[in-house]
């Protein structure tokens, strides 16, 4: 850690000692369960934590990382360089009227079942996807006919230099699984959601089933990032695999699961060699046999072991 002396000297001074770890593996940080160790995993507790921490690698020229809870996250085997900045002890959520004020570690779930407590309609669409508002938001996820873009009002982020920032609706530039976020690498903060006035009732039914209908097509038993691919104009990805006969494929204990061949699962001791080799082979032969080329909707982080 001699190469990081100074930066954690001032890491210190603004956050707690017990909420800066060293040589973090960052399978306990992922949801599929694989990745070697971060040098330096720090956890926030306030927005600005994260501003200091920020501006503490920018100016120690050290790269940094944002974290959520790590639901759309593969780490290679070797780890992460530098400092990943986990948010999910921003977890605060308000309700103004039919506004909700969500801080960006706040689980979908849990924004969803204040939503539903509230008696507010609009995000049932994200209450079963398995992320933090502030990744989804950045990502503009979606599932289910219903995205993040068509709830969202507005977001309180932070840029490069550790400055906060309002985007409005316009500002927020979003488009398929993409926005400012990811563009010009801002941090998101906050969300604020516009939502409408529903029946408790409806709104807790449509979740239900939601829940049902994501049990009985995903393969939520185990260990995987969700869908591995961004679906292709025209296409769906988990079809191009399934019509390519790769179903079941495995590469160690990597596997294209065989309730969604959408989804690259860790049946019990992948590697995340395993599962990057499984994705190139997955996109090699879906791009001999149609023409498609498939990209990663799993973001990707980290060295060669």
């Given at each position: ?52 921490a920020i501006k503490i690698c920018k100016e120690n020229e050290v790269d940094y990382y944002l974290l959520g809870n ?101 500002e927020m530039e979003l488009s398929y699984r993409s926005s400012a976020i990811l563009k010009y690498g801002y941090t ?118």
């Amino acid at each position: 850690m001699k190469l990081y002396a100074e930066l954690l000297k001032q890491l210190y001074k603004v956050i707690d000692r017990a909420n800066i770890v060293i040589d973090e593996p960052m399978k306990n940080h992922t949801y599929f369960k694989v990745g070697g160790p971060a040098d330096i995993l720090v956890n926030p507790e306030d927005v600005s934590e994260v501003q200091a921490a920020i501006k503490i690698c920018k100016e120690n020229e050290v790269d940094y990382y944002l974290l959520g809870n790590g639901s759309n996250l593969l780490v290679k085997d070797g780890g992460i360089r530098g400092v990943i900045i986990k948010l999910s002890k921003l977890n605060k959520i308000e309700v103004e009227e039919n506004k909700i004020i969500a801080q960006s570690g706040a689980t979908l779930y849990d924004v969803a079942q204040v939503a539903l407590g509230k008696g507010l309609k609009g995000m049932e669409f994200a209450s079963g996807i398995p992320g933090s508002i502030g990744g989804a938001a950045a990502m503009n996820a979606g599932a289910y006919d219903g995205e993040m873009s068509m709830v969202m009002e507005s977001m309180l982020a932070i840029d490069g230099n550790g400055e906060l920032l309002t985007l409005n609706k316009d500002e927020m530039e979003l488009s398929y699984r993409s926005s400012a976020i990811l563009k010009y690498g801002y941090t998101v903060v906050s969300v604020t959601l516009s939502l409408q006035v529903g029946d408790v009732k409806v709104i807790k039914a449509r979740m239900d089933t939601l829940a049902k209908r994501r049990s009985d097509k995903q393969p939520l038993e185990y260990p995987s990032a969700g869908s591995t691919f961004k679906r292709p104009e025209g296409h769906f990805a988990g079809k191009l695999i399934e019509d390519c006969g790769l179903k079941g494929t495995c590469v160690g204990d990597a596997q294209v699961s065989q309730k969604h061949s959408g989804f690259i699962i860790n049946r019990k001791n992948a590697s995340a060699k395993d599962i990057l080799d499984l994705i190139i082979l997955v996109q090699t032969e879906v791009e001999e046999k149609f023409g498609v080329k498939l990209y990663t909707e799993v973001k990707i982080l980290g060295e060669e072991k």
